[in-house]
């Protein structure tokens, strides 16, 4: 039999919430969030190690033209049973966009405008061809979708069937964008039966303070002071790249970083990007993880979305523009795939947004994404300017500032936001196996896991990184609850 009682009571008396040694692996939203939340809980040896020369991790909001701009999230998705906006939503913080969707325009790749009515009723055929509701779909989103629109499509009268394809695949370009996936037919068409879509606006945006905003009022900062961290003023060290965590045994975990340094904890809460993890958790990890955590690591996909900024001396949208949609034509989109252009294909949408009245702001998603960021920064310019200028049909001027994220390339982060792909559902995976922490035989938690990729009903979204990051340190705090109740129960009587 297991020694664990004998064992546990001599710990149980030396282990406190006041000598617990803490370390955090990342300051996004989720590192962010488990370590305030921990201090909350009177924990007092928190320590936060962030690769990167800032904190934020995918949340990166930067002074930019009129304002700022978040090269990482930028809305907040939804009202109801989301942690972000009901902690913001009476602080003057946020704006909602109302029906910003409704009026973009669809172009065509020979400059025509497609009448708003026919755009507008294709565009709620696909939408109304997405999955909900209790039933399983045991193929991809793409098949579901594919099937279900042309169904949908037929129900309609005098409609251009070419026009209707290109609609459909701006569409699935955008969907893509949404689901963080290369296309829609490795997107698990049972995803919908996990993910929970929150009520309410889906793109509340942060007005002038970026979405940096979030985590100083989670770290209780002064906005005033450059660099202040509030609570977390002294535990957090920037530019700590980990190279291996070894949580062999019973005693202390050991973390080395990239420079050599050791430390040893008692806990270590893991919130690198799922994309880190899937590149590094053979060597990261000693011993290697366990099959279930392998499984989930494999099995979940990270994909890639990018974002391309344009600053113009004016606005150059019409004003009752909100923004474009671009429809490739089926000889167009041959000569385009046959072009040094090819990796156009995947940007799927620009538009302009509030507090930067003289920006557009593109997005690309993909394999295309991924490849645009091997460019330099100049040809990905030419490249989008040339599109621009060939959908567009107003003469656009050269911008005065270009800027474009790097999402997959940066070895910190290898991605932008997490899906759970047909793949997942062959591992029979899912976050469920991610987010289970690693303990020792007293139900100690060692090695635990956080981040937007282990959330089962939020992932890919700031909301559920912050859970995950409070629900690891709700653990803890749990735990040290049992222990001290134990404790107590093991003294003597009077």
């Excluded at 069937?161 to 370009?173: D, G, N, Y």
């Excluded at 490795?186 to 009520?199: A, D």
């Excluded at 001396?313 to 385009?336: C, I, R, T, Y």
């Excluded at 981040?451 to 939020?458: C, D, F, I, Q």
Aim: charged share 25%.
């Amino acid at each position: 039999m297991s020694s664990c009682p004998v064992a546990q009571r001599a710990r149980l008396q030396k282990e406190s919430k006041e000598t617990a040694r803490i370390i955090i692996v990342g300051s996004g939203p989720a590192g962010i969030a488990a370590a305030t939340r921990l201090l909350e809980h009177g924990f007092r040896h928190v320590r936060v190690l962030e690769a990167e020369d800032r904190i934020g991790g995918r949340i990166n909001t930067i002074p930019y033209g009129d304002n700022v701009i978040d090269l990482g999230a930028q809305w907040c998705h939804g009202e109801v049973g989301n942690v972000v906006y009901e902690r913001v939503k009476d602080l003057d913080m946020v704006t909602k966009s109302g029906d910003f969707m409704n009026t973009f325009r669809f172009l065509r790749s020979n400059r025509e405008l497609v009448p708003q009515p026919t755009a507008n009723a294709l565009r709620t055929a696909a939408e109304n061809s997405i999955p909900d509701g209790p039933n399983a779909y045991d193929g991809s989103m793409g098949d579901y979708l594919t099937h279900k629109y042309w169904q949908e499509v037929a129900k309609m009268t005098d409609v251009d069937r070419a026009i209707a394809s290109e609609v459909f695949e701006s569409f699935k370009r955008g969907e893509c964008g949404t689901e963080g996936s290369d296309t829609l037919f490795e997107l698990s068409g049972r995803s919908h039966l996990e993910f929970v879509e929150c009520k309410g606006d889906l793109l509340i945006h942060w007005r002038n303070k970026g979405y940096a905003s979030f985590l100083r009022l989670l770290m209780q900062a002064k906005e005033d002071v450059p660099g202040d961290l509030g609570v977390l003023n002294g535990k957090v060290q920037l530019s700590k790249r980990v190279s291996q965590i070894n949580w062999e045994g019973d005693n202390d975990l050991v973390l080395r970083c990239w420079n050599g340094e050791l430390m040893a904890a008692d806990h270590i809460i893991c919130t690198m990007s799922l994309g880190v993890l899937k590149e590094q958790h053979c060597s990261l990890f000693l011993p290697s993880l366990p099959e279930a955590k392998v499984r989930a690591i494999r099995g979940l996909k990270l994909g890639t979305v990018d974002k391309l900024f344009l600053e113009f001396a004016v606005q150059p949208l019409p004003q009752n523009w909100s923004g474009v949609h671009f429809l490739w034509m089926e000889q167009d989109l041959k000569e385009l795939r046959d072009s040094k252009h090819f990796w156009l294909e995947s940007v799927f949408a620009i538009h302009r947004f509030e507090d930067q009245p003289r920006m557009l702001e593109g997005w690309i998603i993909g394999e295309h994404a991924r490849y645009m960021e091997t460019l330099q920064k100049d040809e990905v310019l030419e490249g989008l300017m040339w599109m621009l200028r060939k959908f567009l049909p107003f003469d656009l001027p050269q911008p005065k500032s270009f800027l474009r994220t790097q999402w997959h390339s940066n070895p910190h982060f290898r991605g932008s936001y997490s899906f759970r792909s047909t793949y997942t559902d062959e591992l029979q995976t899912g976050p469920w196996d991610l987010a289970a922490p690693l303990t020792n035989a007293c139900g100690k938690p060692r090695l635990q896991f956080a981040g937007e990729a282990s959330s089962r009903t939020h992932y890919s979204t700031v909301h559920g990184a912050t859970e995950t990051g409070w629900r690891e340190a709700d653990r803890l705090n749990e735990y040290y609850a049992r222990g001290s109740s134990a404790v107590s129960r093991m003294q003597p009587a009077n």
